[in-house]
């Protein structure tokens, strides 16, 4: 019987160890879906506390939004607006084209000061009050519903913005479940690339709001001038343009990554990017006409970007450190 109970000892020592990834786990099925429960919890949370932030400072962030359109109209009607009198009726011997400002200066000039002057220069400040005016109306876009302003408007930039100021909880959130179930080497590629990620999201959604905005609108609004057309841009529509265009710049300013990704899982060489360059430079003018409006401008001003971004790829490719394999592999 001794026998009998050392021989069983020893097969069971014989066999295979189990290299499980969750072998070594302390927690069930159960214990996860509760720490994932908790974890979508508290990012719901945050979620919330920040959309109702934003509603208190919506306005400002519509002003900030609509900034671009507003400072193109406003350009654009420029040169419509009757900025210049071409004859002063008390000095019929000055100059043409002199401005309003400077005909009210001649008229506080002349003494004495009679009911006719006095008049005159009510009525030049009534006149430039009502081109200021016109000017402010003409740079305004426009809204077609008594509710637009505030369903369309408010509550949806309100409600983007919460989530763009919740976004690094709930990314925390998130990754605080997730890596509990990686590797430390795992762990590590993220802690290197994730922050790469949100660096270039950010450079490509601030390239498009601050250099790519003017230069679209003013090409497009240029058309309307050639065309003898006066534009009313309706505000909620220039919102989702506003915030759809920025999301697409920021996704493809991903691209070094994406390339560094499928070099390290073999799909693509180094050699490859080297060698592929015209081919590379046609998939990227695809993606940029499909990603941007109809016009070219934004087309090119999406594109030359990407360009340089592919060379970025190529020198991640070849002096960022690889273990010989996959980053998503052990060491």
């Not at 240029?222 to 996704?251: D, H």
Request: charged share 15%; hydrophobic share 50%.
């Amino acid at each position: 019987m001794l026998f009998g109970i050392g021989l069983s000892r020893m097969q069971s020592q014989m066999k295979p160890q189990s290299h499980d990834l969750f072998d070594e786990s302390t927690m069930s099925f159960g214990d996860h879906l509760e720490a994932l429960r908790i974890h979508l919890w508290k990012a719901l949370i945050g979620l919330a506390i920040c959309v109702v932030g934003a509603l208190f400072i919506g306005h400002k962030i519509v002003a900030v939004v609509r900034a671009p359109i507003d400072s193109a109209l406003r350009e654009y009607n420029l040169d419509k607006l009757p900025h210049q009198i071409t004859e002063d009726p008390e000095n019929p011997d000055a100059s043409p084209s002199a401005s309003i400002d400077e005909l009210i200066a001649s008229l506080n000039s002349k003494q004495p000061q009679t009911a006719e002057t006095k008049t005159l220069q009510k009525i030049l400040r009534d006149y430039q009050y009502r081109i200021d005016s016109l000017e402010e109306t003409m740079a305004e876009p426009v809204t077609l519903a008594v509710q637009e302003a505030f369903t369309t408007i408010y509550l949806k930039v309100s409600f983007v913005a919460g989530l763009v100021f919740a976004s690094p909880w709930v990314i925390f959130q998130i990754w605080l479940f997730v890596a509990a179930g990686l590797y430390p080497h795992e762990r590590k590629y993220v802690y290197i690339y994730l922050p790469i990620s949100i660096f270039l999201f950010l450079g490509g959604a601030l390239f498009c709001f601050y250099a790519v905005f003017p230069f679209v609108l003013n090409f497009l609004l240029g058309f309307n001038k050639l065309l003898g057309v006066n534009p009313q841009i309706r505000l909620s529509e220039w919102i989702s343009f506003a915030i759809t265009l920025p999301v697409m710049f920021g996704l493809s300013f991903q691209l070094p990554l994406v390339m560094l990704f499928l070099e390290r899982i073999s799909v693509f060489s180094l050699q490859d990017y080297h060698e592929k360059r015209r081919m590379a430079v046609l998939i990227i003018a695809i993606i940029s006409m499909l990603m941007t409006p109809a016009d070219p401008m934004s087309m090119i001003l999406m594109m030359m970007p990407l360009i340089l971004l592919y060379e970025l790829g190529i020198l991640m490719c070849k002096y960022f450190p690889s273990a010989n394999a996959s980053p998503f592999e052990a060491d």
